[in-house]
C-alpha cells in the first residue's frame, strides 16, 4: 500500500504539504499535561561514533549525534540540520507542569463553531459513517476531532514538521537543560533540589516523547522517497486533517475510500484513521464516560481538550430546534368596540 501524506508533490505521485495543531499546551511548543517520569539515569557522555560532527551543526550536534546512534548517516543527518530551511537550534524553554486553558478552547462550543461542526459531519456523512462502522467509534466524535484539531481541513499549517519535532527532542541536551534547571529550578539565587529534579524529569519526558517523532520522519522521507524538509505541517509537527504525528501516522493510518493510498488530507482516510486511533485505545460501544474520557486523552493529554471533544460530539448529535412559531399580531380595538366597553 502506498501511502500518501498531503496534496500538492514534488516527487511523482507523493504529496508533500502537512499541517494542523496538536495542541501542545503553551506557547513554547511543548507537550500537554506533564506525564513526570522517574528520575533519569546520571548523565553519561554521549559515544561518539566516527568522527565528530564539524562546527556548523547550527546547535544540533547533540540531536544530530543520536541519530548517528539511532543508525541514520551522520552524513545525511547533518546535511539535513546544515539546510538553510532549517533553522539554528536557540534554545527550547519549557514549563514543568504546563497545563492547557479550557479558555483555549472556548469558541468551539458557540453556535457559529457548532453550526460549522455539523456542517463538517453533513458534507463528509459517508467518510464518518464508513469510519463508524469500521471502528465502532461514533461518526460524531471523529467529527467534532477533526473539527477541533483543523476546522475539518481548512486550517493546515506550513512549517517544517522535522524542525518543529527537533526542537522539542532538544529539551534534554545538556546546555538547554542547564538554561531550564536555572530558569526553573532556581529561586533567589539558590538552586531548588526538588524543582531541578522536576526539570531534569520534563526534560527526559519531552526527549523520549518527541526524539522518536524525529527518527519517524525520516522513516516516513525513506519510504516516500522524499526530502524529510519537504513535509509541511504544524508549528507543534502534527500533520493532517486529524493532526497525527509521524509514529501514529504510521502506527494507525488508514485506507478509509479503498483507492490503495492512505492520505491524511483526504476526509475518509482521515476520519478512518482517527477512529483507528481511538479504537486502539479502547473505544467501543458501550463504554462508560470515564473510558470515552480516557481513549481521548491518549489523542490529545488534556482534559480542556476532552471536554471540548464530548461537548462538541454532543451538539452535533443533537437534533436541530423547530423554528419558534411566529406570534400572531395583537389586533387593536375598534373605535366601536373600545366605546362598547367604555375605554
Known amino acids: 500500500m502506498r501511502i500518501v501524506l498531503c496534496r500538492g508533490a514534488r516527487a511523482p505521485g507523493i504529496a508533500l504539504v502537512l499541517a494542523g ?5 503553551c506557547a513554547t511548543g511543548e507537550a500537554p499535561r506533564p506525564g513526570l517520569v522517574s528520575a533519569p539515569e546520571p548523565e553519561v557522555a554521549p559515544e561518539v561514533v566516527g568522527e565528530p560532527v564539524p562546527a556548523g551543526d547550527g546547535g544540533w550536534g547533540y540531536l544530530i549525534e543520536k541519530l548517528a546512534r539511532d543508525g541514520l548517516p551522520r552524513e545525511r543527518a547533518l546535511r539535513t540540520f546544515q539546510d538553510p530551511r532549517f533553522e539554528e537550534f536557540d534554545g527550547l524553554p519549557f514549563s514543568i507542569a504546563p497545563k492547557e486553558s479550557h479558555a483555549l478552547y ?4 458557540r453556535p457559529g463553531s ?3 461542526a455539523k456542517q463538517c459531519r453533513a458534507e463528509h456523512a459517508t467518510a464518518f459513517e464508513h469510519a463508524e462502522k469500521t471502528q465502532q467509534v461514533p461518526a460524531s466524535v471523529v467529527a467534532a476531532i477533526l473539527h477541533v484539531e483543523t476546522g475539518c481541513g481548512r486550517n493546515t499549517g506550513s512549517s517544517v514538521v522535522l524542525h518543529r519535532l527537533a526542537r522539542l527532542a532538544m529539551a534534554n541536551e545538556p546546555q538547554n537543560l542547564e538554561m531550564n534547571i536555572a530558569r526553573n529550578a532556581t529561586v ?3 538552586r531548588n533540589s526538588a524543582l531541578e529534579q522536576r526539570t531534569r524529569d520534563r526534560a527526559k519526558y519531552l ?3 518527541f526524539y522518536p517523532e524525529v ?3 525520516f522513516d516516513i522521507a525513506d519510504r516516500l522517497q522524499i526530502d524529510p524538509l519537504d513535509i509541511r505541517g504544524s508549528g507543534s509537527g502534527a500533520f493532517g486533517y486529524p493532526q497525527f504525528l509521524p509514529t501514529s501516522y504510521l502506527r494507525h493510518g488508514v485506507d478509509g475510500d479503498g483507492d490503495g493510498l492512505i492520505s491524511l488530507y483526504d476526509v475518509s482516510d482521515a476520519a478512518s484513521s482517527a477512529a483507528h486511533y481511538l479504537a486502539v485505545y479502547g473505544w467501543k460501544p458501550g463504554i462508560s464516560q470515564a473510558e470515552k474520557r480516557q481513549a481521548i486523552w491518549h489523542y490529545n493529554r488534556s482534559d480542556a481538550y476532552i471536554d471540548t471533544v464530548l461537548g462538541l460530539a454532543a451538539r452535533i448529535d443533537a437534533p436541530a430546534k423547530a423554528p419558534k412559531p411566529a406570534k400572531a399580531a395583537k389586533a387593536r380595538p375598534t373605535t366601536k368596540q373600545r366605546v362598547a366597553s367604555g375605554g
Request: glycine content about 10%.
Open 215 to 217: 527518527r519517524a520522519t
Open 21 to 25: 495543531a496538536l495542541a501542545f499546551g
Open 207 to 209: 526527549e523520549d516523547l
Open 114 to 116: 457548532v453550526s460549522l
Open 188 to 190: 533567589k539565587g539558590v
Open 106 to 109: 472556548r469558541n468551539f462550543l
